[in-house]
């Protein structure tokens, strides 16, 4: 299937590693220009080398501060076609830990991004009549793990912004949706399996069974999804090929949210 990517102009937030590294992968793969995003010019400049493509440049950005945030929008070329605020922050404490700090750090990374963004790249995308804001959001917000709190929280947040943006498009050929992804194989999870694994004397593929068995036990794929299956849904949503698709909410959850919408 030709997805129609060729010569788009795309931008993904936090995409050095990740789930935001492989779509822009599977982007440049389509023929479409990409700037990549993330803390440190070091990861930066490594994400570019493992792309090795003249279409991918990078913007070096830290979104917990306002400073870099303003001087990221200046940078970044207005005409932008593809916004995919994939940025998020995790911290897994139980509320009794959480502290206003932690709670401030989810919504600044994981919800103003989005909404400082698709400020700036929404009228644009209107004058142009064409354009696909999509944000990530996470199957935990609407599973809500309660040592999870703040984090389900600012991703439910992602949910009910991208819906209301989605209204600022009517009668355009602009798009804003949101996809939710469920427990995914990204260096985050690895980590995760890593550390679970030696600690408990276990195999990772142990530590993988056992999450699905007692955490994730609604999931019907029961096994992390990988990087890949997430992002062609991002590419999907993002391509001409999705314009009867605005303002929903799209789920590649492996069936953990349960939901029949
Ligand atoms: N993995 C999952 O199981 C899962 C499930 C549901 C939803 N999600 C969502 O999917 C999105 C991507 O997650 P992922 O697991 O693929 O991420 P990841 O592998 O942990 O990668 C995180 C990326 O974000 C960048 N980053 C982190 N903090 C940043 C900040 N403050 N400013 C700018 N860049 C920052 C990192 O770049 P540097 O290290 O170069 O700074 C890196 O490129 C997130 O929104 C996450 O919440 C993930």
Request: aromatic share 8%.
């Amino acid at each position: 299937m030709n997805l129609n990517l060729e010569g788009k102009k795309v931008f993904i937030s936090g995409s050095t590693k990740g789930i935001g590294f492989e779509a822009a992968r599977l982007f440049l793969d389509e023929g479409a220009k990409v700037i990549i995003n993330g803390r440190t010019s070091t990861s930066v400049q490594d994400a570019l080398s493992d792309l090795d493509n003249d279409d991918a440049s990078g913007l070096v950005a830290d979104f917990m501060y306002d400073s870099h945030v303003k001087t990221l929008i200046e940078n970044i070329p207005n005409d932008i076609d593809i916004l995919v605020n994939n940025v998020g922050i995790f911290k897994g404490k139980d509320f009794n830990n959480e502290t206003v700090e932690d709670w401030n750090d989810h919504f600044k990374v994981n919800l103003m991004s989005g909404v400082q963004l698709s400020k700036h790249f929404l009228p644009e995308m209107i004058k142009r009549d064409w354009g696909r804001i999509i944000f990530i959001s996470s199957e935990c917000a609407t599973l809500v793990p309660s040592d999870l709190l703040s984090y389900s929280v600012s991703k439910a947040s992602i949910n009910v912004f991208s819906s209301g943006l989605a209204k600022l498009t009517k009668g355009t050929n602009v798009t804003v949706n949101t996809i939710v992804p469920g427990s995914t194989l990204s260096e985050g999870s690895k980590k995760f399996l890593e550390e679970t694994a030696l600690r408990e004397k276990k195999t990772k593929d142990q530590v993988e069974k056992n999450f699905f068995n007692d955490v994730r036990d609604s999931s019907l794929l029961s096994r992390f999804l990988n990087v890949t299956e997430v992002a062609n849904t991002i590419l999907y949503i993002s391509s001409p090929l999705a314009s009867g698709t605005n303002g929903a909410s799209i789920r590649v959850d492996g069936g953990s949210m349960g939901s029949i919408l």
